[in-house]
């Protein structure tokens, strides 16, 4: 079993930056893809970022696209979501997720191992 522990959110200005930690225990994370998702009170978890234990196959969530940077470095143990000119509308509570897997799925359901979320508030 893996253990996520996910931190780095924080309060801060439309335009600003954050950058999102993973770290892992418990077992490697090179067995995993690990994923970024975000929730808002009253909707569903979304999928925001995904990569493969590799790192050679990554995936984004349009709305973030050209903003956002999903990375990892399997001997650190650790998985990064970097957070460029962040808008209010990417308020809200984010976790990092892993699953063993070949695929990389962008579905919240498919992930069996959590972070315990980190808020990021943006403000206008």
């Known amino acids: 079993q893996v253990q996520l522990v996910d931190s780095g959110g924080g309060l801060v200005q439309a335009g600003g930056s954050l950058r999102l930690s993973c770290a892992a225990s418990?077992?490697?994370?090179?067995?995993?893809?690990v994923g970024w998702f975000r929730q808002v009170p009253g909707k569903e978890r979304e999928f925001v970022a995904a990569?493969?234990?590799?790192?050679?196959?990554?995936y984004y969530v349009d709305s973030v696209k050209g903003r956002f940077t999903i990375s990892r470095d399997n001997a650190k143990n650790t998985a990064w979501l970097q957070m460029n000119s962040l808008k209010s509308e990417d308020t809200a509570v984010y976790y990092c997720?892993?699953?063993?897997?070949?695929?990389?799925?962008?579905?919240?359901?498919?992930?069996?191992?959590w972070g315990q979320g980190t808020q990021v508030t943006v403000s206008s």
């Open positions: 418990g077992r490697t994370l090179s067995s995993y893809v």
């Open positions: 990569t493969s234990w590799s790192g050679s196959k990554i």
């Open positions: 997720a892993a699953v063993a897997s070949i695929f990389v799925p962008q579905e919240a359901y498919k992930y069996d191992h």
